[in-house]
Each structure stands twice: as structure tokens, then as C-alpha cells.
């Protein structure tokens, strides 16, 4: 077991019937190496290329996908070789994607027959392993595993805490799912990636169901800051002492610290852009739905967040909640996007 990862894992997959070293379908996995060969990767944002990047840094050689041609050149990193064909990547024996919503993840892997792009499911080869690190539902990564499991390929969820800095400095927290010997061979990429690996269970959902949740759990903390530094400072306090005492007594969580610190400096460089955080709230409300649970302090934010779009600034980091509560709250503050 790598020293990266948790050595109690969650039993989040027990509830999902798949025995140990059986994938979804009932195609057994056998053991194998770690992941040794080119590693594909999809979707390269600001998370994606600093984790390629890190890849790239450790001697690992990547095909980073690419749409557009003019992409290319930001891509320029000793051992990375950018391309626009995504048949390039089906011969790797892991693809990595990092891509913004269940709509592209499904694109990538069932392909787009409009518009002439190949899926990976349909083209990866036997036994490789398809490791999505997007925030998306666990329905489509339900729908996404059988269908790899269906062409004999293996599919790992693996979602990340931590924004783009996080990623550069390889500080990351990633929750990984799936079958046991898949996990495994992808843990050198974990370990590469991030300072520590959740192993859940066998049920890829699982990953992005506890993904889900923390990215709510973390949007409402910073809806609450966004409140309180409103009061602080229409009281005409600094807040900079306020949160220094909250965050050195009751609230000394790294949501706390590192955006409580960003809402009283009102800054709000673009990291999670608001459409983002939106999307994965949705997902969040829609998973307690379906498991017949209310989360009425989660509309609020969801509220918000809509409400910040509206006002035009989906381009804005989710500390852009403290903007719209110094707005509601008859501040009129400044949006700056440079750190202080």
C-alpha cells in the first residue's frame, strides 16, 4: 500500500454488490502492474495541465487530447505530446480526463458520430484502464463504467479536493473508486497527483457521490462566511481580525482558513468559477432527492450562486459570495480579482 493512501478505506462500495477483483458485468480482473506506459489525458484546464504537468515532471510520458490546434502551444512541457486526435490515446494504458461536466465525460467516451470523434470505450484497448477525475454524477459514471466494463476495460473514479494551486504543488485529496486491482494499478499516478488517496470502494458513483457532497458541504461554509463578514463589516469592523479569531478557535478547517481569509480581502480570482460550483450544487440537490432527503440550506446557495451569475460574474472564483452578500447587504463592494 502506497504511504499516500488511507489504510481505512470507506466501505461505500459494499452496498453495491461487487465483490473484490470483479468488475461491473462480471469481467474478472486479474492482477496486473501499475500503470507503466503513455498515459492519454483529456481536458486540460487549469487543473488538467497542472496535473500534467506534475505527470510530465515525474518521467512520465502523456498525449494530452486537445479540440482546437491553437491549444497546442500551451502545452509545451518536456515529455508531454499535445494532439488533436483523439486516436492517439487508445493505444495508452490509462486515460485520464479532467473535464467540466457529465456531458463531456460522455462525449469522450461514447464518442460524437456528428462530429466524426471516435469514443474511448469503443477504442481503448482490453484491460486499460479509463480514470476519470471530473466531478460528475453517479449516474453517468454508473452509465460510463458498465459500458467500459462491457468492452473488457476498466474504469476508476477518482474526483479531487483541491483547487489549481493545490494541483501544481501535487497537494491534492483524491477519492478513488472501482475495482480493487484497478485502483491499485493507478495508485503511482495518485501518488504523483496528490498528498493523499481515499479508496471508497468498488462502485465508481461512490467517488463522485462523496465529491459531490464535499463541494456543497464547502460552497454552504463560504455562503456562511460570505454572511458574516457582511455583518462584520457593515458594522464598519475589519473583518481580517474576525476571521483570524474564527478560524484559531472553532472553525479551524481549511475552508475556513484559506476562504474566509479571500471573502474579507474581497478577492476573487477566477479558481472555481462560478458555473462550476453551480453545476456540481445541482448535482448535489438531485442526489438528495433521489435518496428522498431535503437540504433547504443548500438551495440558498444554489439561489446565490444563480443570482451572481445573473449579475455577470460567472467568471468570478465561489468566493464571489461574499460580493453578493456585501451587495445584499447595501455594500456595494468592489470586485477585485487580483490576490492582495
Known amino acids: 500500500m502506497s504511504k499516500h493512501q488511507s489504510c481505512s478505506p470507506v466501505a461505500f462500495g459494499s452496498a453495491s454488490g461487487i465483490p473484490p477483483g470483479e468488475r461491473r458485468g462480471g469481467v474478472q480482473s486479474a492482477a496486473r502492474p501499475p500503470v507503466q506506459g503513455e498515459i492519454g489525458f483529456v481536458g486540460l484546464g487549469h487543473m488538467g495541465t497542472a496535473m500534467a504537468a506534475n505527470l510530465t515532471a515525474a518521467g512520465r510520458r502523456v498525449i494530452a487530447y486537445v479540440r482546437r490546434p491553437d491549444q497546442i502551444g500551451k502545452l509545451a512541457a518536456p515529455g508531454l505530446r499535445p494532439t488533436t486526435d483523439i486516436v492517439d490515446l487508445l493505444d495508452c494504458e490509462v486515460v485520464i480526463n479532467m473535464l467540466p461536466d457529465d456531458a463531456a465525460v460522455r462525449e469522450i467516451v461514447f464518442g460524437r458520430k456528428d462530429l466524426g470523434l471516435d469514443g474511448l470505450a469503443a477504442g481503448m484497448m482490453p484491460g486499460a484502464i479509463h480514470l476519470s477525475m471530473s466531478t460528475i454524477s453517479t449516474a453517468t459514471a454508473s452509465l460510463v463504467a458498465s459500458e467500459h466494463a462491457r468492452n473488457g476495460q476498466g474504469y476508476v473514479a477518482a474526483p479531487v479536493f483541491g483547487n489549481p494551486d493545490a494541483a501544481r504543488a501535487r497537494q491534492l485529496f483524491i477519492v478513488a473508486a472501482g475495482v ?149 447587504a447595501g455594500l456595494y463592494a468592489v470586485p477585485s480579482v487580483a490576490d492582495n
Not at 457521490?209 to 463541494?215: A, C, F, Q
Not at 455583518?231 to 483570524?244: M, N, S, Y
Request: charged letters at 20%.
Open 180 to 328: 480493487p486491482a484497478d485502483v491499485e494499478r493507478c495508485q503511482p499516478i495518485f501518488d504523483i497527483l496528490g498528498q493523499r488517496t481515499f479508496v471508497i470502494g468498488a462502485d465508481p458513483g461512490d467517488a463522485n457521490l462523496v465529491k459531490l457532497l464535499g463541494n456543497m458541504m464547502s460552497a454552504t461554509a463560504l455562503e456562511m462566511l460570505a454572511e458574516v463578514v457582511a455583518v462584520v463589516r457593515k458594522r464598519g469592523l475589519d473583518p481580517l481580525p474576525f476571521i483570524d479569531v474564527m478560524t484559531s478557535t472553532l472553525f479551524g478547517g481549511r475552508v475556513h482558513k484559506i476562504y474566509g481569509d479571500k471573502i474579507a480581502r474581497q478577492t476573487y480570482t477566477p479558481g472555481f468559477v462560478l458555473p462550476l460550483v453551480l453545476k456540481d450544487v445541482r448535482l448535489a440537490l438531485a442526489e438528495a432527492e433521489n435518496a428522498g432527503v431535503p437540504m433547504p440550506s443548500v438551495g440558498v446557495v444554489r439561489d446565490r450562486l444563480i443570482t451572481g451569475i445573473a449579475r455577470g460574474y460567472a467568471e468570478l472564483d465561489w468566493t464571489a459570495l461574499g460580493l453578493i452578500a456585501a451587495e445584499e
